[in-house]
């Protein structure tokens, strides 16, 4: 059974740096799939973040890119986020996934609340 | 980069069938066919009910369909049961990322 589970601070300072980290079990990151993050602000829809291949290789939201950095730590069988300069509109439950591709996303963890504030 | 549009709700009684609607673009719904819906109950992790426009992962009941016509994809549930109230996403490939739709909430009367 593959499972995922999010860790990190649950607030944030405003203007400061966002960083939550995925350790995924039951399935090695190296095998495939493409991690990532997908985030719900309170009352609003889902918004997908971005995406990291084991390799390396990252795909990022146009809207968020410039504040986005993916990184993966395959000894460790984690991946990780960092959003900078953060503001109240970051406040979100922020999953993350791993996407067989194209917006198929078979595996989630169960979500990690985020506040941001000043 | 937009949202997809949806309804943001629809409702229906057990055992009627509904069809929720998914626009987007011929860059992002009409010009691929990778459009995935999501299940998602409040507290809970979303979960896959479609993906390349029309097909079920295994495990799904054969009640929930997908299909697409331009830029317009739909999700259609038969025989509405209780279990389906919940919020719907779609998504779609839009060239390198993925763009979700605004969320449709079921409502089963």
């Known amino acids: 059974q593959v499972r995922l589970q999010e860790s990190g601070p649950g607030l944030v300072k405003s203007s400061e740096t966002l960083s939550l980290t995925c350790t995924v079990s039951g399935f090695s990151i190296s095998s495939g799939y493409y991690w990532g993050w997908v985030r719900q602000p309170p009352g609003k829809g889902l918004e997908w973040i971005g995406t990291?291949?084991?390799?390396?290789?990252?795909y990022y939201s146009p809207s968020l890119k410039s504040r986005v950095t993916i990184s993966v730590d395959t000894s460790k069988n984690q991946f990780s986020l960092k959003l900078n300069s953060v503001t109240a509109a970051d406040t979100a439950m922020y999953y993350c996934?791993?996407?067989?591709?194209?917006?198929?996303?078979?595996?989630w963890g169960q979500g990690t609340l985020v506040t941001a504030s000043s | 980069q937009s949202a997809l549009t949806q309804p943001r709700s629809v409702s229906g009684s057990p055992g009627q069938s509904l069809t929720i609607s998914c626009t987007g673009t011929s860059s992002d719904v009409g010009g691929y066919n990778y459009v995935s819906w999501y299940q998602h109950h409040p507290g809970k992790a979303p979960k896959l009910m479609i993906f390349?426009?029309?097909k079920r992962p295994s495990g799904v009941p054969d009640r929930f369909s997908g299909s697409k016509s331009g830029n317009t994809a739909s999700l259609t549930i038969s025989g509405l049961q209780a279990e389906d109230e919940a919020d719907y996403y779609c998504n779609s490939f839009a060239g390198g990322y993925i763009v979700f739709g605004g969320g449709t909430k079921l409502t089963v009367l």
């Open positions: 990291i291949y084991h390799t390396g290789s990252t």
């Open positions: 996934m791993g996407e067989y591709g194209y917006g198929r996303t078979d595996y």
């Open positions: 390349d426009v029309s």
